[in-house]
């Protein structure tokens, strides 16, 4: 059947009714499907885009609360008689400002920031702890040193057993020499800084301790 209007058969109008129709949509669909490809990509990049934001603030609201929290969570390091050191945690969580305003007379107190940066290399933290350790000198002295000692700390108004316990101390964590140039100053501030610490370190473990 010819179309009346152009004098075509159906089949070969496109645009008509008829088989035409069918020819004419399926030339436009490639058309129409290439038209659609970019808005599509848009809208996946636009996704993916949203996704790594998400991401990247959640790990950053995470990272702001562990910052936080770490000025409240405190290690606390104290020097025993011995040698040893009693270790503690804590939570300050009514403290007003993080990281600042807490210590302890005699102790080393780092927050779980610090303690974290020392750990990952960042912020090396100096082990004082460390300097405490040191041989055992007690065979070094003589019977009538720790008698001299004993004595001498007895006099001061002190019990035996606690003479006998810081004596015990002393003369284990320091030499003859060192022990001697501890007895002579006044402060620790005028011994060279590696003894006077080890000084004010051990003198807080026979208060604690003995």
């Known amino acids: 059947m010819r179309d009346r209007f152009s004098g075509t058969r159906g089949r070969h109008a496109p645009g008509r009714t008829g088989k035409g129709a069918y020819w004419r949509a ?3 669909a490639p058309v129409l499907h290439l038209r659609s490809g970019p808005p599509m990509i ?11 934001f998400g991401i990247a603030s959640v790990v950053l609201i995470g990272a702001a609360i562990l910052l936080l929290n770490g000025g409240y969570v405190y290690r606390t390091q104290c020097p025993r008689v011995g040698g040893s050191t009693e270790t503690d945690w804590s939570y300050r969580i009514f403290a007003i400002v993080p990281y600042l305003g807490y ?11 610090r303690i ?5 290399g960042i912020w090396k933290l100096h082990d004082r702890s460390s300097s405490v350790n040191v041989a055992d000198h007690r065979g070094e002295y003589t019977i ?17 057993s606690f003479c006998v316990c810081a004596r015990d101390e002393l003369t284990r964590r320091f030499t003859p020499n060192e022990l001697s140039q501890i007895s002579s100053v006044t402060r620790f501030d005028q011994l060279p800084a590696g003894l006077a610490r080890r000084a ?4 807080k473990a026979i208060d604690q301790g003995c």
């Not at 210590?103 to 920031?113: K, L």
């Not at 974290?116 to 990952?120: H, I, K, N, P, S």
Request: charged share 25%.
């Open 42 to 52: 848009r809208d996946g990049m636009r996704s993916v885009v949203g996704s790594l």
């Open 144 to 160: 009538k040193q720790d008698a001299s000692m004993d004595a001498h700390c007895v006099s001061a108004g002190k019990s035996r």
């Open 200 to 203: 004010s370190d051990v003198t």
């Open 103 to 113: 210590s302890r007379s005699g102790c080393q107190v780092h927050t779980a920031t």
């Open 116 to 120: 974290a940066l020392d750990a990952v």
């Open 26 to 28: 399926d030339w436009r």
